[in-house]
C-alpha cells in the first residue's frame, strides 16, 4: 500500500479513535450531571417540533401553538436536531411515548423524583437518551476543536486541545444536558475554522466560495440560537478586513465576501425556520388594503395597550393585540420576526438581569475574564498557558504581519474578545454555559501554550552545555 494510502488510513483510524472516546466518556457521564430544569422544556418542545415535521404541520400555525413559547422563543434546528432522534427511539423501544411540557419546570428543593410524578420532567429513559444524543453531537465538537487546533497550530495542539476539552467540566455538563448549546457551539466552532481560511489572499471565486460555506454556518448557528449569525459574521468581517489592511486592496475584495456571507447565512436562517414565512394561503388582498388605508388615514386606527416596540418585544409571543387589530398586516411581515427576535431577548434579559444581577463590586469585564480564564478550567493554574498560549499565538500574527502575510491564529483571539464582548456587553448574568464558545476557544490556546513551554524546557533541559573545545596550539 502506498505511504500516502496508509497516512490517509492512519488519520481516519486515528480521528475515529478520538470521536469513539469522547463519545464513550461523554455518554457515560451523563447519568451524573444534575437535572436542570431548562431540560424539561428543550425536551418538551423538541418532541412537538420533530412530530410537526413528521405530520407535515411543519409551519408557522402550528409552531406558534407549541406551549410556553418554545416554539417561537428559539429557532427550530436545535430542537429537530435532538428531537428527530428522540421520536425515532421513542416510536422504536420506547412504545412512542412523549413528553409533553404541560409547565415550566420550577426547581424549589424537591427531588426529582416527586417532580417527575407532577409531570414536570421527563421520564428518566427518554432523559437519558435524550442526554446521550446531545453527548453523541458534543463528541463531534470535540473532534472538530481538534481540526481547529491542526490548522491553526499542528496535530499535536489539536490533540491536546480536544483531551483538555473533555476534561473542563463546563463542556462536560452542557454536553450531557437536554439543551441546544451544544449544537450552537459546534456551528460557531465550524464557522470560524473556515473564517480562518479567508485571512490568506485567494481568486475571486474561492474567496466567494469560503464567504458562502461560512455564511452557511453561520446561518446554521443561528438556526439554533439567533446570535451565531453575529459571532461568525463578526469573526469572518474581522479576518476579511485584516487580510484587506495588511495585503491590500480595494473596498470590493472587501465588500463581495461580506454581502455574500450575509445572503447565504439569511438563505439558511429562513429556509430552516418557517416561523419567519408568512401564510400565503391566508392572505386577502381586499383585507390587506383594508388594514394599509385604515393606518394610514388614522381613521378607525387601533389603540394598543403599550408603544408598539413594547408589544413586539414583548415574552407573550402571540401578540394579540397586533393580530387582532392587523391579522393581514402582522401575516406579510412574518419576514420581520428574524431581526425582532433580538428585541424580544434584549427585553427578556432585561428582566432577568434586573432578578439576579451582576456583581455590583467589580466591573463586568473583570467578573467575565476571571470566569473564563480562572474558573471555568480543565485544571488548576491552566491560566498560566493560557497566557502563553496567547503570547505565542500573537507572536507568530505579529511576525506574519510584519512580513506581510496574515496568520490565521489571529481568528483564536478575535473570537476570544468577541465572546467577552458578547458577554459584557448582552448577557443578562455571568452563567456558565453562556462563556461556552470562550471555554472550547481557549482550549485551544491553552494546549498552545503548555506545549510551548513543553519545547522551551526540552531545549533547556536537552541543550548542548559543554565548553567550546580550544583549538589545538
Known amino acids: 500500500m502506498p505511504s500516502r494510502a496508509k497516512r490517509q488510513l ?19 457521564q451523563r447519568k451524573h450531571t444534575q437535572f436542570y430544569g431548562d431540560e424539561s422544556g428543550w425536551m418538551g418542545a423538541s418532541f412537538q417540533t420533530a412530530e410537526l415535521l413528521f405530520d407535515g404541520e411543519f409551519d408557522p400555525a402550528h409552531l406558534s401553538a407549541i406551549r410556553r413559547n418554545y416554539g417561537n422563543l428559539n429557532p427550530q434546528l436545535g430542537k429537530l436536531m435532538l428531537g428527530v432522534p428522540l421520536v425515532l427511539y421513542s ?35 427518554l432523559l437519558h437518551v435524550g442526554r446521550a444524543i446531545t453527548a453523541i453531537y458534543g463528541a463531534v465538537c470535540v473532534l472538530v476543536v481538534f481540526v481547529a487546533g491542526w490548522i491553526w497550530f499542528d496535530a499535536r495542539v489539536g490533540l491536546v486541545a480536544a483531551l483538555l476539552l473533555l476534561l473542563t467540566p463546563t463542556f462536560v455538563e452542557a454536553t450531557t444536558r437536554v439543551m441546544t ?32 460555506a461560512c455564511g452557511a454556518l453561520g ?37 463581495k465576501p461580506l454581502a455574500t456571507y450575509t445572503a447565504t447565512a439569511l438563505a439558511c436562517i429562513y429556509a430552516l425556520n418557517p416561523f419567519y414565512w408568512p401564510e ?9 388594503s383594508r388594514e394599509v388605508r385604515q393606518i394610514i388615514s388614522g381613521d378607525g386606527a387601533v389603540a394598543f395597550s403599550a408603544p408598539l416596540p413594547d408589544l413586539l418585544g414583548s415574552i407573550a409571543y402571540e401578540r394579540r393585540e397586533i393580530v387582532a387589530a392587523y391579522p393581514q398586516l402582522y401575516n406579510i411581515a412574518r419576514p420581520l420576526e428574524f431581526p425582532v427576535q433580538f428585541l424580544r431577548w434584549k427585553r427578556l434579559w432585561e428582566r432577568q438581569e434586573a432578578s439576579i444581577p451582576w456583581p455590583r463590586d467589580r466591573s463586568r469585564l473583570a467578573v467575565a475574564t476571571r470566569k473564563l480564564a480562572l474558573e471555568l478550567t480543565a485544571f488548576p493554574f491552566e491560566w498560566i498557558f493560557l497566557v502563553c498560549g496567547g503570547v505565542y499565538c500573537a507572536r507568530s500574527v505579529r511576525v506574519g504581519w510584519q512580513a506581510r502575510r496574515l496568520s490565521p491564529r489571529i481568528v483564536v483571539l478575535v473570537w476570544v474578545g468577541l465572546v467577552l464582548a458578547g458577554i459584557v456587553t448582552a448577557a443578562p448574568r455571568p452563567e456558565d454555559r ?40
Open 91 to 125: 416510536d422504536a423501544y420506547f412504545g412512542g411515548a412523549r413528553f409533553e411540557l404541560t409547565t415550566r419546570y420550577n426547581w424549589n428543593g424537591e427531588p426529582y423524583a416527586v417532580k417527575r410524578a407532577l409531570g414536570e420532567v421527563p421520564p428518566r429513559t
Open 434 to 473: 453562556f462563556f461556552l464558545p470562550g471555554v472550547i476557544a481557549t482550549r485551544i490556546l491553552v494546549a498552545a501554550g503548555l506545549l510551548a513551554v513543553v519545547d522551551w524546557v526540552q531545549k533547556w533541559l536537552f541543550a548542548d552545555r559543554s565548553p567550546p573545545a580550544r583549538p589545538l596550539s
Open 219 to 255: 446561518g446554521l448557528a443561528s438556526a439554533v440560537k439567533i446570535t451565531g449569525f453575529l459571532l461568525v459574521g463578526a469573526t469572518y468581517c474581522a479576518a476579511v478586513v485584516l487580510r484587506n489592511l495588511r495585503e491590500g486592496g480595494s473596498i470590493r475584495r472587501v465588500a
Open 10 to 28: 492512519l488519520w481516519v483510524f486515528g480521528l475515529s479513535l478520538l470521536l469513539a472516546i469522547a463519545a464513550a466518556h461523554l455518554v457515560g
Open 181 to 212: 448549546d451544544v449544537y450552537y457551539n459546534l456551528f460557531l466552532l465550524a464557522g470560524c475554522i473556515v473564517a480562518s481560511l479567508g485571512v490568506r489572499r485567494a481568486p475571486d471565486g474561492r474567496d466567494l466560495v469560503l464567504a458562502a
Open 280 to 288: 400565503y394561503a391566508r392572505i386577502e388582498p381586499r383585507e390587506l
